[in-house]
């Protein structure tokens, strides 16, 4: 059974509408924008008829950058760098979904996540490979991964009613307009209306 990790941001609610798996979770990990993420992911698997479910599990103190609100740890390659977020947060999902019948974490990285050495290809096929070893053996998969958003949410059908509820932003529960986060989706959106 799949299990998609859904922010409530772009990539991951176009992973949403086009995939439906069963099991749909938002972590609150402690990052400074939980509430706005576990909001939209909300909203946005309520206009896709999918069951929503919401883990905490506050890592604020290992935190570091604009989504834990404080300067950017030393190795930072940029500034919305939080240290082994994607491998954390699948470990979390692991650990959520094992007993839930749970056999694929889905994440929605896609290709240009590779600035950071968690969102590449070969990061996901090492934590793929860890994962598959433990108990359960739970496989990790990155549907998008050679993708770009644009083409994700081509591909995905994703519905602008469901954009609309979508939540990016690195330091605020409602969008702040300025950081990467909301940069990075205002860019992909108006791109796309470009194109259309």
């Known amino acids: 059974m799949q299990l998609l990790l859904l922010s409530g941001g772009l990539e991951s609610s176009a992973l949403a509408a ?14 400074l924008p939980a509430r706005g993420e576990i909001w939209a992911a909300s909203q946005i698997c309520r206009e ?6 919401v883990l905490r ?5 290992v935190g570091s ?7 950017s740890d030393d190795q930072s390659p940029m500034p919305e760098w939080w240290p082994f977020r994607n491998q954390l947060l699948v470990s979390l ?7 839930r019948g749970a056999s694929e974490i889905l994440v929605g990285s896609i290709a240009s996540d590779g600035r950071h050495a968690d969102g590449t290809a070969s990061f996901y096929e ?7 070893l433990q108990e359960g053996g739970l496989r990790v998969k ?8 644009a083409e994700l949410i081509t591909e995905s059908g994703v519905s602008d009613a469901v954009l609309g509820w979508t939540h990016s932003c690195h330091v605020r529960n409602v969008a702040c307009g300025t950081c990467p986060g909301c940069a990075k989706r205002r860019d992909i959106l108006t791109d796309m209306e470009r194109v259309l």
């Open 142 to 149: 990155v549907p998008a991964i050679e993708m770009h958003s």
């Open 93 to 99: 999902a692991g650990a959520w979904g094992i007993g």
């Open 126 to 132: 090492q934590l793929d490979r860890l994962m598959v």
């Open 57 to 61: 599990a506050d890592c604020s103190a």
């Open 48 to 53: 896709l008829g999918l069951k929503h479910h």
């Open 65 to 71: 950058g604009l989504l834990a609100g404080r300067e």
């Open 18 to 31: 086009w995939l439906r798996p069963p099991l749909i979770l938002t972590i609150d990990y402690g990052q």
